[in-house]
């Protein structure tokens, strides 16, 4: 019992508690009267009056019973009523139940993915370690921020005030032989300290810890939960043996417990990167770092004494000999950490926001229809209520049962809304987005229950609200008079329905515009060119020929050369190249600046660039086209001719166009040779449709290694491109397996896929707020046509004798479905007034998803109102044509 | 609780009907209400304090009274009862059905007599 009741309970108590009293005192006055001494009298008026105490609890009774009695009654009743109109009850709660299910399928999917905390201990500790570089240009072009260097690493482990912990990571594939097949799997390399940061303990054995870094020592291995059970069918005597990874035997340390990843990361292989601070330089800003705040510092007090350590770091290391340890300052290096959690959702939040509002709206509209429903039904009632309130029964007893049937509505839709809510989910996470971020978390957790239950309450008081403001105030006496069908109740009447026209058109304009520019911008991404042709007939793969597997390089390169051979053998296939990274693939090989030759850069920041590294044969097989020059020839790699091709961008950058370009010379470093500019290709959106194409230098995968003469270095983690119209077909994919090991047999071949997949992929966020836009709106179109239809024929039906009149005096027919199309339209018309004006203001909200379409995109601002108008003007001519039928002489008498 | 074995039970309504009617005469309180009664039906109907105060709560609760804190005859506060519409309403069907009903075992009596 609330205290809020009790407080009410008691004040009646207290009131027939002064009643009493009274009583008493005056039959005590009585008796005294009559001679009874005080006592003798006080004694009698007790004992006339009986049980005090009795009475009270009969009195107090009287209240409690009635009311819970009465609250019984009267949902019988609903449930009969409801029972006795099943088209209605079935209507009202279908729609409550796909507007309820939406709205707490989305709710759960942001409540998991932004509102719980990540599932480590402390979480609001855990920062992660980013880095602006305002001062190196062209870095932006290619990514947001600076990532760390293994030196800042140490410097941060070492020298920090504000970090309990700190480490770097970075993802990495590893070849497992030994088991079973050759296998490729996914492995988080991780520097000492970030098992300790996020501080999760081992399912079984122990952590790696930072002497497992020691590039001397043997570093040990942890397994996922995942892997163990796959591969080692979750053997609790895995811990202490041995196994292969890049063909070097490792000592298995310890497995994690389920569900864990490194940050967002889904590992199968913990490896430790084999850091050695003697030997590190300044660069090499590839790794990502976390940290463990101490207690109470701030994120402020953080960035603070990181810029401190930059200064440090600048100070204890270097480049190497001869290079000016301070040349850093002109990048401007900033830290700008955030919450860990922040890096982990990063630009899903802005979707989930959306998709939350689309679908309230969507929420919001449907409310209205039932709504519209509940007024229709206590129309039909307005008799049987305005009898009743007549009889006595008060306002609020009338409000509180209307009221109680729109709650148990509410309440019905929301158990049944918790189903669908249910079984969207389980669809969502069978074809979501694969970027969606935490979306093994995604549950119906109790935050989601209680969201359903506060939402169905709501909606069932929001929509039950408005019938009981027409009909609970007592001023049913007019009705009663038999006034029925004055013109004056039934315009007042229609006038609540035409409000809720006015805001269903409004609020479907609003997402039916979202949903356009979502089309919009999916179509003009879907016209970008990536700079690679038909994804679909592209498969790709990847492949790493480790150092221990094949010591020299140039043996390596002849592998790779001939594993092309074997593939393109394939039938089927029409031609196959590797780069270092394929487009949108995540990968990144390198980037720096290089030095052409004639400029000189005193004082100045040549911009990043970045770099590729392709085999002949590569931007054919791609698709990506030469603008000027040639391609690389193999005869030209194994003499390690030094030469390169540039992207469009870059080449007219530096030298006014591409063929310009053709036989200039750059390098990288002023101890290298120059390399001479042989060809310039199309620009590629290697970071995804909607960013722009970096600058980027192409290279040979092969050249004389900078920190020493004669000295060969070649890439050997490569993506495989390979063209052929069974891309993707199983027989293709064991074929291709099949030609990598006949080389040799210990390749494991990783990451299948098509370019295709990996296009769809780069689109993922756009398609998904696409798909989720439109079936908003296409929801909110069809209940705001519903609701037009609705109200146009119940106008109709309310004012046929007004229409068998205006007949009977001559009244063309198409006049007189004009003037309720007319009416459908003037509301159609306010209603998009007021939409078009919220979505002015609402859709710059949605500016960070839209791709080459302004906000304010005229087409869609001007097709939506046109396709909406039209569907309001069918939805209103409809029942508009039920007019005509009608029999002026009929229409009269009827009444 | 009748302390008076002549006080026989009311059947259903009757006190309700007696307090409706007496309350439409003027407002009282529920000590008023007894003294009224008694009076009025000079001494042959006497109303329980154990019935009257559950009966003025339920009817307050069905809307037929209402009741609000005033001073007795002798200056103390109390609450006065004061009809309702509902309650002048309720009152007259009740009459009516009541008068009916008496009709009905007046026949039925003097048939018996006959």
């Given at each position: 019992?609330?205290?809020?009741?009790?407080?009410?309970?008691?004040?009646?108590?207290?009131?027939?508690?002064?009643?009493?009293?009274?009583?008493?005192?005056?039959?005590?006055?009585?008796?005294?009267?009559?001679?009874?001494?005080?006592?003798?009298?006080?004694?009698?008026?007790r004992?006339?009056?009986?049980?005090?105490?009795?009475?009270?609890?009969?009195?107090?009774?009287?209240?409690?019973?009635?009311?819970?009695?009465?609250?019984?009654?009267?949902?019988?009743?609903?449930?009969?009523?409801?029972?006795?109109?099943?088209?209605?009850?079935?209507?009202?709660?279908?729609?409550?139940?796909?507007?309820?299910?939406?709205?707490?399928?989305?709710?759960?999917?942001?409540?998991?993915?932004?509102?719980?905390p990540?599932?480590?201990?402390?979480?609001?500790?855990?920062?992660?370690?980013?880095?602006?570089?305002?001062?190196?240009?062209?870095?932006?072009?290619?990514?947001?921020?600076?990532?760390?260097?293994?030196?800042?690493?140490?410097?941060?482990?070492?020298h920090?005030?504000v970090?309990?912990?700190?480490?770097?990571?970075?993802?990495?594939?590893?070849?497992?032989?030994?088991?079973?097949?050759?296998?490729?799997?996914?492995?988080?390399?991780?520097s000492?300290?970030?098992?300790?940061?996020?501080?999760?303990p081992?399912?079984?054995?122990?952590?790696?810890?930072?002497?497992?870094?020691?590039?001397?020592?043997?570093?040990?291995?942890?397994?996922?939960?995942?892997y163990?059970?796959?591969?080692?069918g979750?053997?609790?005597?895995?811990?202490?043996?041995?196994?292969?990874?890049?063909?070097q035997?490792?000592?298995?340390?310890?497995?994690?417990?389920?569900?864990?990843?490194?940050?967002?990361?889904?590992?199968?292989?913990?490896?430790?990167?084999?850091?050695?601070?003697?030997?590190?330089?300044?660069?090499?800003?590839?790794?990502?770092?976390?940290?463990?705040?101490?207690p109470?510092?701030?994120?402020?007090?953080?960035?603070?004494?990181?810029?401190?350590?930059?200064?440090?770091?600048?100070?204890?290391?270097?480049?190497?000999?001869?290079?000016?340890?301070?040349?850093?300052?002109?990048?401007?290096?900033?830290?700008?950490?955030e919450p860990?959690?922040?890096?982990?959702?990063?630009?899903?939040?802005?979707?989930?926001?959306?998709?939350?509002?689309?679908?309230?709206?969507?929420?919001?509209?449907?409310?209205?229809?039932?709504?519209?429903?509940?007024?229709?039904r206590?129309?039909?009632?307005?008799?049987?209520?305005a009898?009743?309130?007549?009889?006595?029964?008060?306002?609020?007893r009338?409000?509180?049962?209307?009221?109680?049937?729109?709650?148990?509505?509410?309440?019905?839709?929301?158990?049944?809304?918790?189903?669908?809510?249910?079984a969207?989910?389980?669809?969502?996470?069978?074809i979501?987005p694969?970027?969606?971020?935490?979306?093994?978390?995604?549950?119906?957790?109790?935050?989601?229950?209680?969201?359903?239950?506060?939402?169905?309450?709501?909606?069932?008081l929001l929509?039950?609200?408005i019938?009981?403001?027409?009909?609970?105030?007592?001023?049913?006496?007019?009705?009663?008079?038999?006034?029925?069908?004055?013109?004056?109740?039934?315009?007042?009447?229609?006038?609540?329905?035409?409000?809720?026209?006015?805001?269903?058109?409004a609020?479907?304009?609003?997402?039916?515009?979202?949903?356009?520019?979502?089309?919009?911008?999916?179509?003009?991404?879907r016209?970008?060119?990536?700079?690679?042709?038909?994804?679909?007939s592209?498969?790709?793969?990847?492949?790493d020929?480790?150092?221990?597997?094949?010591?020299?390089?140039?043996?390596?390169?002849?592998m790779?050369?001939?594993i092309?051979?074997?593939?393109?053998?394939?039938?089927?296939?029409?031609?196959a190249?590797?780069?270092?990274?394929?487009?949108?693939?995540?990968?990144?090989?390198?980037?720096?600046?290089?030095?052409?030759?004639?400029?000189?850069?005193?004082?100045?920041?040549?911009?990043?660039?970045?770099?590729?590294?392709?085999?002949?044969?590569?931007?054919?097989?791609?698709g990506?086209?030469?603008?000027?020059?040639?391609d690389?020839?193999?005869?030209?790699?194994?003499?390690?001719?030094?030469?390169?091709?540039?992207?469009?961008g870059?080449?007219?950058?530096?030298?006014?166009?591409p063929?310009?370009?053709?036989?200039?010379?750059?390098?990288?470093?002023?101890?290298?040779?120059?390399?001479?500019?042989?060809?310039?290709?199309?620009?590629?959106?290697e970071?995804?449709?909607?960013?722009?194409?970096?600058?980027?230098v192409?290279?040979?995968?092969?050249?004389?290694?900078?920190?020493g003469?004669?000295?060969?270095?070649?890439?050997?983690?490569?993506?495989?491109?390979?063209?052929?119209?069974?891309?993707?077909?199983?027989?293709?994919?064991?074929?291709?397996?099949q030609?990598?090991w006949?080389?040799?047999?210990?390749?494991?071949?990783?990451?299948?896929?098509?370019?295709q997949?990996?296009?769809?992929?780069?689109?993922?966020?756009?398609?998904?707020?696409?798909?989720?836009?439109a079936?908003?709106?296409?929801?909110?179109?069809?209940?705001g046509?519903?609701?037009?239809?609705?109200?146009?024929?119940?106008?109709?039906?309310?004012?046929?004798?007004?229409?068998?009149?205006?007949?009977?005096?001559?009244?063309?027919?198409?006049?007189?479905?004009?003037?309720?199309?007319?009416?459908?339209?003037v509301?159609t018309?306010?209603?998009?007034?007021?939409?078009?004006?919220?979505?002015?203001?609402?859709?710059?909200?949605?500016?960070?998803?839209?791709?080459?379409?302004?906000?304010?995109?005229?087409?869609?601002?001007t097709?939506?109102?046109?396709v909406?108008?039209?569907?309001a003007?069918?939805?209103s001519?409809?029942?508009?044509?039920?007019?005509?039928?009608?029999?002026?002489?009929?229409?009269?008498?009827?009444? | 609780?009748?302390?008076?074995?002549?006080?026989?039970?009311?059947?259903?309504?009757?006190?309700?009907?007696?307090?409706?009617?007496?309350?439409?005469?003027?407002?009282?309180?529920?000590?008023?209400?007894?003294?009224?009664?008694?009076?009025?039906?000079?001494?042959?109907?006497?109303?329980?304090?154990?019935?009257?105060?559950?009966?003025?709560?339920?009817m307050?609760?069905?809307?037929?009274?209402?009741?609000?804190?005033?001073t007795?005859?002798?200056?103390?506060?109390?609450?006065?009862?004061?009809?309702?519409?509902?309650?002048?309403?309720?009152?007259?069907?009740?009459?009516?059905?009541?008068?009916r009903?008496?009709?009905?075992?007046?026949?039925?009596?003097?048939?018996?007599?006959?």
């Amino acid at each position: 019992m609330s205290r809020f009741s009790r407080f009410f309970r008691n004040r009646r108590f207290d009131d027939i508690s002064v009643s009493i009293q009274e009583h008493i005192d005056e039959r005590t006055d009585e008796l005294i009267g009559e001679g009874m001494s005080r006592d003798e009298a006080e004694r009698a008026a007790r004992r006339d009056f009986g049980n005090v105490t009795l009475l009270h609890e009969r009195s107090r009774e009287v209240w409690q019973w009635q009311r819970l009695e009465s609250l019984l009654v009267d949902l019988k009743h609903v449930c009969r009523r409801l029972g006795r109109s099943p088209g209605f009850a079935i209507t009202v709660l279908l729609t409550l139940a796909i507007g309820i299910g939406a709205n707490t399928a989305v709710f759960s999917v942001l409540n998991s993915v932004l509102l719980r905390p990540l599932p480590y201990p402390e979480p609001q500790q855990l920062v992660s370690l980013h880095l602006n570089a305002p001062g190196a240009p062209g870095l932006s072009e290619f990514r947001s921020e600076l990532r760390l260097s293994p030196s800042m690493y140490f410097t941060f482990a070492t020298h920090s005030h504000v970090f309990q912990s700190v480490g770097v990571w970075g993802p990495g594939t590893a070849s497992i032989t030994g088991i079973a097949q050759p296998e490729q799997v996914n492995t988080a390399q991780i520097s000492g300290g970030v098992l300790e940061t996020l501080n999760v303990p081992a399912f079984t054995g122990q952590w790696l810890t930072a002497a497992d870094q020691d590039p001397h020592g043997l570093g040990r291995v942890m397994l996922s939960y995942g892997y163990w059970q796959r591969r080692f069918g979750g053997d609790p005597g895995v811990v202490g043996r041995t196994i292969q990874v890049n063909s070097q035997p490792r000592v298995i340390a310890g497995v994690m417990p389920r569900g864990f990843k490194i940050v967002n990361y889904d590992f199968d292989l913990l490896v430790p990167m084999a850091l050695d601070p003697v030997k590190e330089i300044l660069a090499g800003f590839g790794y990502r770092g976390i940290a463990r705040l101490r207690p109470g510092v701030t994120i402020p007090q953080a960035n603070a004494d990181a810029a401190r350590l930059l200064n440090v770091w600048m100070d204890s290391w270097s480049n190497g000999p001869g290079s000016d340890s301070h040349w850093y300052l002109r990048w401007k290096i900033t830290p700008a950490l955030e919450p860990l959690k922040e890096t982990v959702v990063g630009s899903i939040t802005a979707v989930l926001w959306v998709v939350m509002g689309t679908i309230g709206v969507v929420m919001l509209i449907a409310c209205t229809n039932v709504a519209n429903l509940l007024l229709v039904r206590a129309d039909a009632r307005q008799q049987e209520l305005a009898v009743r309130s007549a009889l006595g029964a008060g306002r609020w007893r009338i409000a509180r049962e209307l009221l109680l049937e729109s709650v148990t509505l509410g309440l019905l839709g929301g158990a049944a809304g918790v189903a669908v809510a249910y079984a969207g989910l389980r669809l969502l996470s069978a074809i979501g987005p694969v970027e969606l971020p935490r979306m093994s978390e995604i549950s119906l957790d109790g935050w989601s229950i209680a969201f359903t239950l506060v939402l169905s309450m709501l909606s069932g008081l929001l929509f039950g609200m408005i019938p009981v403001l027409r009909y609970a105030p007592s001023q049913q006496r007019v009705t009663l008079l038999g006034a029925m069908r004055t013109a004056s109740v039934g315009r007042e009447r229609q006038r609540g329905r035409n409000l809720l026209v006015v805001a269903q058109v409004a609020m479907a304009l609003v997402l039916l515009v979202g949903a356009v520019l979502m089309i919009r911008t999916f179509l003009a991404m879907r016209n970008v060119d990536p700079g690679f042709s038909d994804p679909a007939s592209l498969q790709v793969m990847r492949l790493d020929i480790p150092e221990t597997l094949v010591r020299d390089s140039v043996t390596a390169v002849h592998m790779q050369n001939s594993i092309l051979d074997k593939l393109a053998a394939i039938p089927g296939v029409s031609s196959a190249g590797f780069a270092a990274a394929v487009p949108m693939s995540g990968g990144e090989p390198a980037w720096n600046e290089i030095l052409i030759e004639g400029k000189t850069y005193e004082g100045d920041n040549p911009p990043m660039r970045l770099f590729n590294y392709v085999s002949p044969g590569y931007f054919h097989t791609a698709g990506t086209s030469f603008i000027a020059g040639r391609d690389f020839t193999w005869a030209e790699i194994y003499n390690m001719q030094p030469i390169g091709i540039l992207s469009e961008g870059l080449a007219r950058e530096l030298w006014g166009s591409p063929q310009a370009a053709i036989g200039k010379r750059f390098h990288e470093f002023p101890n290298q040779p120059w390399y001479k500019v042989v060809g310039v290709v199309q620009d590629v959106r290697e970071n995804g449709i909607d960013q722009v194409s970096p600058a980027t230098v192409y290279w040979p995968s092969i050249s004389h290694d900078l920190f020493g003469p004669g000295v060969v270095g070649a890439r050997r983690t490569l993506d495989f491109a390979i063209r052929t119209n069974r891309a993707g077909t199983q027989t293709f994919i064991n074929e291709m397996q099949q030609a990598v090991w006949s080389v040799n047999s210990n390749l494991p071949v990783a990451d299948i896929s098509t370019m295709q997949e990996i296009y769809s992929d780069s689109m993922a966020r756009t398609s998904f707020t696409l798909v989720m836009l439109a079936i908003a709106g296409t929801m909110a179109l069809a209940l705001g046509i519903l609701g037009i239809y609705g109200v146009i024929s119940y106008a109709v039906s309310q004012r046929t004798r007004e229409i068998g009149i205006r007949m009977a005096l001559g009244a063309k027919k198409a006049e007189l479905m004009w003037m309720f199309v007319r009416s459908a339209l003037v509301l159609t018309g306010v209603g998009m007034g007021a939409g078009l004006g919220a979505a002015a203001v609402l859709m710059r909200l949605m500016r960070t998803l839209l791709f080459g379409v302004s906000p304010l995109d005229p087409v869609s601002f001007t097709a939506v109102p046109i396709v909406l108008a039209m569907a309001a003007a069918l939805a209103s001519y409809l029942p508009a044509r039920r007019t005509a039928v009608v029999d002026p002489v009929e229409a009269l008498r009827a009444e | 609780m009748a302390k008076n074995p002549e006080h026989r039970d009311l059947f259903p309504g009757a006190l309700e009907m007696m307090i409706l009617q007496s309350l439409r005469l003027k407002p009282m309180h529920g000590y008023a209400l007894v003294k009224h009664i008694k009076q009025v039906s000079e001494d042959l109907l006497q109303v329980e304090e154990g019935s009257l105060y559950p009966a003025l709560q339920r009817m307050l609760k069905e809307g037929l009274l209402e009741a609000q804190t005033g001073t007795s005859a002798k200056g103390r506060p109390t609450r006065i009862y004061r009809l309702t519409a509902a309650g002048i309403r309720h009152l007259e069907s009740e009459v009516v059905s009541f008068e009916r009903m008496f009709a009905g075992f007046t026949r039925v009596l003097a048939a018996a007599k006959a």
